[in-house]
C-alpha cells in the first residue's frame, strides 16, 4: 500500500485547502476508478454521456453555476485556459496578462503563439492590479498590433488578491478585447458568474477549488465564442478540436459531480471563509507575521512576510528547514520546506479550533526560540 504520510494532516496549502473530497466523491472514486469507465454508454462525445449523469452536468448544472451559457470540462484550469487562447490567437497577435498571473497562463500563452504585455502590480506591500493601470498597458500595446484577448486572475495564487474585475471587464470591452477570467481559486470556493462579472470566459480547477481528485476543470463562456472556441474536427464531425476531442475521461470528473451539490452550498458560506482568514491574518500580525496582499482581505489564501521566523532559521540546527518540521510535529502540513521568511498558506475549509491550534502552533514556535 503506498500511503500518505500527510493524509490525517492539518492541511494550510492553498493548492490543496479546496480540493478535499467529499464523502460522496470518497465513495464515487471506488465505484469509478477503473479506466474509461464513464465511457460504457458514450456515443462519441464526452459532454453528451447520459449515464452517468455528465449531459446535465455540463448543460444544464455548470452553466448556471458558472453564469454562461456554455460550459465544458477540461483536465484542468491551464488547460481551459490554453484552449481559448490558442482558439483566439492570430499571427503576431497579443494577450493582456495581469502581473499576478500564474506561470501557466504564462505558459498558455506562449504555446498559442501570442505575444505577452503584462500589467504590472503595485509592488509591496498590496500587490494589486489596478484598472488604470490595465487600461495603460491595453492601450501601449494597441500600438503594437492586435490584441486577441486579456486575462485577470481571480483571485491570484501568491497573494489572493481580487482585482476589480468588473471595471477591468468594461475597460476591455470599450476596447473590443474578449476577457477570460481565471478563476482557479474561485470557482467552486467562492460565488462567481461571468455574466455578472461582464467577462467572456471563465475557467475553473477542480483538484484545486472544486472537492475533486484531479486532472479536471471547467470552461464557460458566452455563446457568442462557441463556434470559435469549440470549432469541431472537419473528419470527426462531432469532436471538438481544442479539446482534442474527449477531456477528462475517467475519476476525475466523476469525483466532481459527486463533490458538486456539496461545492454549490458551501460558496454560500464563503462570508464565513472571509471573516476566517481575517481573523487568521490578524493575529498572525498580533506575533509579528505580517499578511502583505490585499487588506482587509478577501480570500483564504494568504500571503506572510516574518523577519522573525527568518531570523530563527539564520540560528538553529534545522536552518530553514525549521518551520516546516516543527509544525509537522504539530501534524500541519501545508508550509513548503525551507520557507520562513515568505509563505503563503489557506485557511480554507478549518474548523474555528483548526484555526486557533494552527495559530497556537505559530505562537508557541516563535516563543521557543525567541528565548
Ligand atoms: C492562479 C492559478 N491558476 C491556474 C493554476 C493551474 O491550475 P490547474 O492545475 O487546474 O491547471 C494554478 C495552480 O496552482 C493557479 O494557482
Not at 449523469?53 to 481551459?80: Q, S
Request: one cysteine or more; aromatic letters at 10%.
Amino acid at each position: 500500500m503506498l500511503k500518505r504520510q500527510t493524509k490525517d494532516f492539518i492541511n494550510i496549502d492553498p493548492l490543496q485547502t479546496g480540493g478535499k473530497l467529499t464523502e460522496e466523491a470518497k465513495q464515487a472514486l471506488l465505484e469509478w476508478g477503473d479506466g474509461y469507465s464513464i465511457c460504457d454508454f458514450c456515443q462519441g462525445r464526452l459532454d453528451e454521456i447520459r449515464t452517468p449523469p455528465i449531459y446535465d452536468f455540463v448543460h444544464k448544472e455548470l452553466p448556471e453555476f458558472l453564469g454562461c451559457d456554455v460550459a465544458r470540462i477540461t483536465t484542468g484550469a491551464r488547460e481551459g485556459m490554453f484552449a481559448i487562447m490558442h482558439a483566439l490567437a492570430k499571427k503576431d497577435a497579443w494577450v493582456i496578462l495581469d502581473g499576478n498571473a500564474h506561470y501557466s497562463s504564462y505558459i498558455s500563452a506562449e504555446r498559442a503563439g501570442l505575444n505577452i504585455a503584462e500589467v504590472p502590480n503595485t509592488g509591496y506591500p498590496d500587490y494589486l492590479i489596478k484598472p488604470d493601470k490595465f487600461e495603460e498597458v491595453i492601450e501601449e500595446t494597441e500600438r503594437k498590433g492586435e490584441i486577441a484577448l486579456a486575462l485577470i486572475t481571480y483571485p491570484d495564487g501568491n497573494y489572493g488578491n481580487l482585482p476589480d474585475a468588473k471595471k477591468i471587464a468594461e475597460i476591455c470591452k470599450s476596447h473590443g478585447i474578449p476577457l477570460l477570467l481565471n478563476g482557479a481559486y474561485a470557482v467552486g470556493r467562492m460565488p462567481l458568474k461571468l455574466k455578472e462579472i461582464g467577462a467572456d470566459f471563465i475557467v475553473g480547477s477542480g483538484h484545486k477549488s472544486m472537492a475533486s481528485s484531479g486532472p479536471v476543470g471547467v470552461l464557460g463562456m458566452k455563446s457568442e465564442w462557441e463556434e470559435i472556441v469549440l470549432k469541431r474536427s472537419s473528419k470527426y464531425k462531432n469532436k471538438e478540436i481544442e479539446l482534442l476531442g474527449c477531456t477528462a475521461r475517467g475519476v476525475s470528473l466523476i469525483t466532481l459531480i459527486a463533490s458538486f451539490p456539496a461545492v454549490k452550498k458551501r460558496v454560500e458560506r464563503w462570508r464565513e471563509e472571509v471573516e476566517k482568514a481575517r481573523y487568521f491574518s490578524s493575529k498572525m500580525e498580533e506575533i509579528g507575521v505580517l499578511q502583505l496582499g490585499e487588506k482587509p482581505h478577501n480570500h483564504d489564501l494568504m500571503f506572510f512576510s516574518s523577519e522573525k521566523l527568518f531570523e530563527i532559521s539564520k540560528k538553529v540546527k534545522d536552518g530553514r528547514f525549521f518551520l516546516y518540521k516543527e509544525l509537522k510535529s504539530r501534524r500541519i502540513h501545508g508550509i513548503k520546506p525551507g520557507l520562513t521568511k515568505h509563505f503563503k498558506l489557506s485557511t480554507y475549509g478549518l474548523s474555528k479550533e483548526e484555526i486557533e491550534y494552527v495559530l497556537n502552533a505559530f505562537r508557541e514556535i516563535i516563543e521557543k526560540y525567541e528565548k
